[in-house]
């Protein structure tokens, strides 16, 4: 996150990039990150592979709800990938092809909307090729000036407070839901009881019928990573 120099008016206006992984469950968590972020009056960059962007828009309702914010765009890049590529098939082929394919692409985007804001890398068990990849990425967060987890202290709290032994700058934003609409409600915005849609794929609501037959507080809803 960096400041701009070149006029008054975003001198003061910190500019911010955020890249989530090229999956439903990081993008979901960052739209909400970012949608804080546009609360607090920051200057936003959210980069999408054309892709994602592409279920975004036919899926889900981010370009109406992030049109109220002046000072966030959505901006893309290419995954790279053949046009006949299914984003749910391997995860770390998209990565891959970003890493390798993609890379120039974005260091160039990076110049064009300047001032560049601050990196935040996402990339990579000594078999397990998406184990490896994800010990890589931690590997580069030396790099930044400070951590955002989207994780909570209860949860997880010795596990924090041995990353702050040596990322003292750590911070944890979770529940990102619930802070949203807190968020809301303290601006009292008609967003305060609105349920947003950050799907990448068409919602299935099949299973609502069954649902709503089970007795109250029956069912246990468990998600993971998304």
Not at 42 to 69: C, G, M, S
Not at 161 to 176: G, Q, V
Not at 212 to 222: A, G, K, M, R
Request: charged share 20%; aromatic share 8%; hydrophobic share 35%.
């Amino acid at each position: 996150m960096e400041q701009s120099s070149s006029n008054p008016a975003s001198a003061t206006t910190p500019h911010v990039l955020i890249f989530p992984c090229p999956a439903q469950g990081h993008v979901n968590s960052m739209l909400k990150l970012a949608e804080l972020l546009s609360l607090a009056g920051l200057k936003l960059f959210f980069l999408n592979t054309n892709r994602i962007q592409e279920r975004l828009t036919h899926f889900a309702d981010v370009e109406a709800r992030f049109a109220k914010y002046p000072g966030f765009q959505f901006i893309t890049i290419p995954d790279c990938l053949p046009e006949d590529y299914q984003q749910k098939r391997n995860k770390l082929e998209v990565i891959k092809s970003l890493e390798v394919k993609s890379k120039p692409i974005l260091k160039r985007l990076l110049i064009e909307t300047r001032p560049p804001p601050a990196r935040t890398s996402y990339k990579s068990d000594t078999t397990d090729p998406y184990l490896l990849m994800m010990v890589n990425e931690a590997m580069q967060s030396p790099r930044a000036q400070a951590l955002i987890l989207n994780t909570f202290e209860d949860l997880e709290a010795p596990i924090l407070s041995e990353i702050r032994n040596h990322r003292p700058k750590t911070y944890t934003i979770e529940p990102l839901h619930k802070l949203l609409k807190t968020k809301h409600r303290s601006i009292k915005t008609q967003e305060s009881s609105y349920q947003s849609l950050n799907s990448l794929w068409e919602v299935d609501r099949s299973c609502i019928t069954w649902l709503d037959t089970q007795p109250s507080q029956s069912v246990l809803y468990i998600s993971v990573n998304n």
